[in-house]
């Protein structure tokens, strides 16, 4: 037994080293080019060794540019999260800080998870990509036992000691972005062919139903499944067929929308009742387009410069839990839309950073990792935008590190984190 146990160690030990050494492989997918034989080929070769090496040698870099933003937003979030809630706090918790205060120790564990993970090398996620992704799945299937817990009416939380809770699908945004980026790094060149293009779409599309049968959180599931198709994208040497399918999908959107405003008035089924009330949003003004209708009124009512801080009406139980989702709301009309352009503006820039951090990454796995926190808060920022501005149907998607939430606001911050280390190890001149 003894010997059992010695060898099964062994071959563990002896994986993990393999799988340090996939995370490990050079290159970039913003500096590749088609495979060309003969002289050229070497010719690349010899001038991104040459890269690598003026890499190696140059300065240690951080990206204090990032880490900035990232303090900016969670202390404007704040500011914002107290402004949006004080007032039905006051009501339901007879303490207006009541969220307030949650999100502080939200955000100082977020800050020091932030800081741990920064100080990892993240090659070591990369080891155990794949034990982060199936865990990940196993959190998910907990909500279905007596562990999980429903919140309005949505089962995605787990219950957890001392009142607290979890919402897995969110660990699994990160998990996501590990694995596939480390089995692109196993698959080389195959990850570029319709064979590895399956496989990788084959663990998208898992934990897409994971986040969307096991937690019912259908936005969620389909943020997991974009992260998927950007990594795809990104190594893949050609983009027309992925524009061939975004056009696609849009026209069969389209003409969906078309048939549901023209043929459906009404639906058990709640998201089809919100894509319903999306399109005919006045016959519904009273139930399902109430949140929708009533957070147009706030940015309508707060013009170009606001209201002013603290001076919202709308967010006096007329938008219901305005600290959530339609926070971008109570922003526009205290704000105005010049405080809201701000506030995008600050996420360009972190994106601009991720993308910058994901360019001069020293590997392919680092490259990997940051281009899928990229795609993370980009599509997390836009698919809210549009619910807010009424250009998408309500999907209850957050704004990243300004609305409230525990699970959310720490993975985000440790994802800050991971793309804080891999920043580190960038070597420039």
Known sequence: MRNYESDAYRKYRSSMEQRQKVVRTSGSPYSQQTAVQGKRQIVERSASTKRKRTREKGKPYYDYDLLLVIIFLMCFGLVMLYSSSAYSAQNDYNNDMF??????????????????????????????????????????????????????????????????????????????????????????????????????????????????????????????????????????????????????????????????????????????????????????????????????????????????????????????????????????????????????????????RLLFIARNAPDLYGALIATGIFAHIALQVTLNIGVVTGLLPTTGVTLPFISYGGTAIVILLAEMGIALGISSKIRLK
């Open 99 to 352: 969220f307030f205060t949650r999100q502080v120790i939200i955000g100082i564990i977020g800050f020091i998870a932030m800081f741990i993970v920064s100080k990892i090398d993240y090659h070591l996620y990369g080891a155990y990509a794949k034990e982060f992704f199936w865990f990940s799945m196993f959190l998910m299937a907990l909500v279905q036992t007596p562990l999980g817990k429903t919140v309005n009416g949505a089962r995605r939380w787990i219950r957890l000691p001392g009142g607290l809770s979890l919402q897995p699908a969110e660990f699994t945004k990160i998990a996501v972005i590990l694995f596939i980026a480390y089995a692109i790094c196993l698959l080389g060149q195959k990850a570029k062919k319709w064979d590895g293009i399956k496989i990788l779409l084959f663990y998208g599309i898992i934990a897409f139903l994971g986040a969307y049968k096991l937690t019912d959180n259908l936005s969620t599931a389909v943020i997991i499944l974009s992260i998927t198709v950007v990594l795809i994208f990104v190594v893949h040497p050609k983009t027309k067929p992925f524009v061939t399918g975004v056009i696609a999908a849009g026209i069969v959107g389209i003409i969906g929308i078309i048939f549901l405003k023209y043929t459906l008035a009404e639906s058990d089924n709640f998201r089809m009742r919100r894509i319903i009330a999306w399109l005919n949003p006045e016959a519904n003004a009273d139930t399902d387009s109430y949140q929708f209708l009533q957070g147009l009124y706030a940015i309508g009512s707060g013009g170009f410069f606001g209201k002013g801080l603290g001076n919202s009406t709308q967010k006096l139980h007329a938008i219901p839990e305005a600290q959530n989702d339609m926070i971008l709301a109570v922003i526009c009309e205290e704000l105005g839309v010049f405080g809201a352009i701000l506030v995008l503006c600050l996420f360009a820039f972190m994106l601009y």
